[in-house]
Structure formats: C-alpha cells, structure tokens
C-alpha cells in the first residue's frame, strides 16, 4: 500500500515521464537506497604527519608508528623499498591514514603476513577482539521489527552493546521453498556444495548494521540500527537473532598511494579487513596475492577505488580480487583488475555498490581447466542482496548456486562481452561463457541497459530449462548471451551427488529492459522480459526507454574527465568500444590501463597520473527514485 501510495503522490506532482522513468525503472520492492556506500563521509584528506619512515623500515617500526600516531594524522612511507618479513596491524588503531608516496614510488614486499585475527592478512585492520560466526562474543534474541526499511529492533539482550557496535542480524535457513525468496544453503536441494561458512551455522542470512541508539534499561531493549532492514523475509518463524563484538569495530583507518608485492607470502589476506567500519583503500597496487586482495570480513562501509589489483598465485578457487565474506554496503569504484580470476566477488554482502571497474584477463587454470571461463563480477553464496553492478567493463556476470541463494541483484549500465580471450587460455575460453549466468534459485534479478556478448562468437539469446529435470545442453548454453535457472554449470541439470531440480522461476521472475546483445544485434525493449504481473515484487512495466545515468550518482564524477557520461548503455551514441552499435565508450579505468606502461606485464600505475581531478567523490542525487 505505502508503494502504491508513493507513485500515487509522483503522479498528483506533475513529475515529466522522463522523471518519472528515474524514479521507478527499479521497483522499490527490487532495489534500496545506493547513494551512499563506501566510508561516510568519503575518504578523509589527512594532511598532519605523525611519523615518516624511510625505505627499509621494518614492519615493526611501521607497526609502532601506527600505534603511536595520533587520531586523524598520517604515517609516511618515503619512496623506496620496504622488505617486510611480517605483516603491517592497524590493530584497533582508527582514524589513521597509511600513505607511501605513490604506488609508482613505496613498494611494500612482503615474505610473510599477520596473524590477523587467524585468518591472516599482509595488511590488517582488526577491532580489539576476533568475534566471529564460530564463536560470537554476544548473542541476543531478535524479537521485534521485521519489516523492509526499519530502523528499530528489539533484543533480548545488550549485553557490551554500545552505539558504535556493528550487529550481525541473521535467521534460520528456510526448510523449503516457496517459490518466493528462498534463504537456502542445503546441498542438492538449493545448492551444488552445501554453505561456506559466512554466519552461525544454519543462519546464512545476514545483515550487518550500525547500532546508533539504544533505549535504556532492562531488555527486551529497543535498538536503533543503520542501514534500516534490506530483506523483505525477516520473520519470527525463523528464530531471528544478533551477535556482536565485544569492542567496537575498526574504523576510519586506510591505506594510499603506495605497492604491496604479495608474492613471496603465503597470507590469504592481501589486505584483510576484519570487524572494520568505514576502512579503505585508494591509489593501490596490489600484486599476486596468495587467495583474496582485498578480503572484508564481518564489515561495512569499505571503499577500495583508484586502485590497481594484478594476479593470485593459484589462478584457482578462493582467487579473489575483492571479496564481502559478511558485510555490505562497500563501494568498489574505479579499480582495475588484470590477471585475477574472480575480480569481484560477494559472499554474503549487501547494498555494495560496484561501480566503474575494468577486468580483464581473469585468469583461471585450475587443474589445468584452461578452457573455463569466470566472471568478473560474481554472487558465491547465500545471502547477497540488493547488490549495485553500474558502469563496468568486464567478462561477465554470474550467480552460482554452489553455496546458496542470491536475490535482489541490480546489473545497470554495463559492459559484458561474455567471452574472455586470455585467462589462461590460447585461443579463448570456451567454457561457462556467458554474458550473464544465473543458476537454479537465485531470484528478482534487475538487468537493465547492459550492452552483451561478443559479435560471431554467440549464436544464442538465451539458455533457460523448460522442466525441473531438463538435461540442458553445455554446447548451446555456452553460445548464449543469457543462461537461466539450470542447477548445474554451463547450463545443466546438476546430477553429481543427488540430482537437484532445475529452478524455473530465475528466469520469470528476472526483469530486462534495455539491453542490447549481439545475437539480436538490437535493444531489447519487451514487456515480457518485465515481470510486472508477479504477486511479490513486480516490476512495474516503465512508461518509455528513458534511463537514468546513474543508480547512485547525481553528476558526472570529476575523475571521468572529459570522457564520455554515462559511457555504456542503449542511449549512448558514437561508442569506440567492440561492434556493438556504438553503445560503448571506455570508462576511466580502461584508459587508465590502456596509457600506463608496463613491466613484465604489470602496470607500472599511479592514479594520480591517470584520472582527472583526481578522485573526488560526487554528492548523491536526491531525487533519483523512491527509496523504501
């Protein structure tokens, strides 16, 4: 009703229907608030140093000037090479700026990292304790406020709660599907492998949130929380509860303009973020790193931009560029990632927005499988939602069903040529190549202005099962811009353990409007690609093809420079990217790639010489459609 309500008063304010097109091509019920991810505020431009070490400065002597800098002030690292035999700790040190004099000039080059908390990192920013899933510091009972958007809980418990904390909400799995959203993670019934271990055991679906106030006296006791709740299926039959740290998080630390050099350390972590709120990284180089570069673990309100991220040394599973394990609302903006074989990646996260980013060459030879294909931006696990995919060129988009469920995901304004002509490969990947791949039970997926495939390579417009025992066909799936719904890979039905039925609703309950593919060759304008007769969360068939640029911006940034805005979609004209009708321009980060010269295939790159005027983040547009 307050839905309905709100087009009404759209209506009753005379908005024109291009307006009107901004404010609605994503239905409320489909989509949340992205215009503020990433560190509040944006990232702080400290200028008082507390410390400058020279090149061939320990780890422990930076470690002690971090601990020993004052709120607000910098550390910095003059040019040259710093040889660390163990890892950097911004251990529950906030508010402190880690600064080299450019990814081009302070080279860190690790042989071995930190314990961080026992997951290990080369770089790690940690809270004063290691609560996580596996033994949470507090637990309480959620017994109240439930609904989408709320920001008042009810505990049964505050025990060490203070504002500041972050509390990790979560629910029992659902037993069975509904044929709704379904919060699943059980092996050959929603998944191919069972949970990954992101949440207590049997409660895969999260949300981390602030608490900002709190009411005083015995509990039950009323929590005030941000962001309000992003999933619409929080219930009391599910037994819904929180846990929490015994310290507060991590918080407003970095890391800038400076190289880290992975490749002698066996570290998981590149930079590992554990318990942390509002950390970042800006005008980084991060190299062959042993499984994650940039790993957030149980944290929210990351930024990792300007950045460049080359490499892992098993080109396998686990190789990750940026990785949620349990968070969200991070902001993934104007990076470039060479080499890595899944450069973007969600395991549990929500609200993150991934915007601007290049891919290319993701690089995967698991047990020689160089024929394999992966994504550049990928959902891997139960409980991502409400994710922002704007503005990136890359390989592709995928949603497994290997570890559970994914819903709420929005692809906007990108470019997927679905193909990768390197990753390990001699003559291309032929495997799993899709533009877009969603498996069985990953619902309520947003495509919108996305520009797909790869001209003479792709011969079909998608691959979907017409039956929960369809066998599909990898051949056909794997020459389709779109693959839909199958319960195994490259289009198939899963039958390795015990046989999981094929999920026929990925497909109906998907919603695409303006999007042009090169099997068509064509935008796709169709009201039967738009699900606007669903009895849960329709998307209301948009009154003309007027998209808005942005999903989370409200100007051009001033880091695009004189390049073309927005740079990718079915209203762009005179595009230099790829025979796709002129949709495409290159994005900063491209050009970026593209101008900076090389050694040994590695980019000897530095943002500062990149992007015009520098990396100043816009304000956030205040009109741009309804917010629940």
Not at 265 to 290: E, M, P, Q
Request: hydrophobic share 35%; net charge negative.
């Amino acid at each position: 009703m307050k839905r309905q309500l709100a087009w009404s008063c759209l209506m009753l304010l005379g908005l024109s229907t291009s307006a009107l097109a901004q404010q609605t091509i994503v239905a409320p019920s489909r989509s949340v608030d992205w215009r503020s991810p990433g560190v509040p505020g944006g990232i702080p431009n400290r200028t008082t140093i507390c410390a400058t070490l020279s090149a061939g400065a320990t780890a422990a002597q930076i470690n002690n000037a971090i601990a020993s800098c004052p709120s607000g002030q910098v550390v910095f690292l003059q040019p040259g090479t710093y040889n660390l035999s163990s890892g950097i700790v911004f251990n529950n040190k906030n508010n402190v700026t880690l600064r080299g004099a450019g990814p081009d000039q302070t080279f860190l080059v690790f042989t071995a990292g930190n314990g961080c908390g026992g997951l290990g990192g080369d770089l790690c920013f940690i809270n004063g304790d290691a609560n996580w899933s596996g033994a949470p510091g507090n637990t309480a009972n959620w017994t109240a406020g439930y609904s989408p958007g709320t920001t008042s809980i009810t505990l049964s418990s505050n025990t060490n709660l203070q504002v500041g904390t972050l509390l990790i909400l979560d629910q029992l799995d659902d037993s069975a599907d509904t044929g709704a959203v379904w919060s699943c993670q059980t092996a050959s019934a929603c998944s191919q492998q069972g949970g990954i271990g992101q949440g207590r055991p049997g409660r895969g679906q999260t949300q981390v949130v602030r608490v900002t106030a709190m009411s005083s006296g015995a509990c039950p006791c009323t929590v005030t929380i941000s962001p309000g709740l992003y999933m619409p299926n929080w219930r009391s039959s599910q037994s819904p509860g929180a846990w929490w740290s015994n310290s507060l998080p991590i918080s407003g630390s970095g890391a800038e303009n400076l190289s880290m050099d992975h490749s002698a350390s066996s570290a998981d972590g590149g930079t590992f973020i554990f318990n942390g709120y509002g950390i970042w990284l800006k005008n980084v180089r991060s190299l062959n790193v042993h499984q994650k570069h940039v790993w957030m673990y149980q944290s929210v309100h990351t930024t990792v931009r300007d950045s460049y991220f080359y490499g892992t040394q098993d080109a396998a599973s686990d190789s990750y560029g940026t990785d949620t394990f349990t968070g969200g609302d991070q902001l993934i903006e104007n990076n470039i990632f060479q080499h890595v074989a899944s450069p973007m990646l969600n395991e549990g996260g929500l609200g993150t927005v991934h915007a601007y980013n290049f891919a290319i060459d993701d690089y995967y030879t698991k047990n020689g499988s160089v024929g394999w294909q992966q994504a550049s931006s990928y959902q891997h696990a139960l409980g991502n939602a409400f994710i922002l995919w704007e503005g990136n060129a890359g390989i592709a988009l995928t949603s497994d069903d290997i570890h559970g469920t994914s819903h709420f995901i929005t692809a906007f304004r990108n470019y997927w040529s679905g193909r990768d002509p390197d990753g390990g490969s001699t003559s291309g990947k032929s495997q799993s190549t899709n533009a877009i791949q969603v498996e069985a039970y990953n619902r309520f997926y947003n495509f919108v202005g996305n520009v797909l495939g790869t001209g003479g390579y792709f011969t079909h417009y998608e691959a979907a099962p017409v039956s929960a025992t369809d066998p599909g066909s990898a051949s056909y799936a794997n020459a389709s811009i779109y693959n839909f719904g199958f319960s195994g890979n490259e289009g198939t039905y899963w039958t390795e353990t015990t046989p999981m039925p094929n999920d026929l609703l990925v497909r109906s309950t998907s919603y695409r409007w303006g999007n042009y593919d090169t099997v068509r060759a064509a935008v796709q304008w169709s009201s039967a690609e738009v699900p606007y007769g669903l009895s849960n969360y329709a998307q209301p068939l948009p009154p003309d093809h007027t998209l808005p640029v942005s999903l989370y911006l409200s100007t051009k940034p001033s880091w695009f420079g004189l390049n073309a805005w927005p740079p990718i979609g079915p209203d762009v004209t005179g595009g230099i990217v790829g025979n796709v009708g002129g949709l495409v321009n290159k994005i900063p980060a491209q050009l970026c790639y593209e101008i900076t010269s090389k050694t040994n295939g590695i980019l000897n790159f530095n943002a500062n010489t990149c992007y015009a005027g520098g990396s100043v983040v816009p304000s956030a547009p205040t009109n741009l459609r309804i917010v629940r």
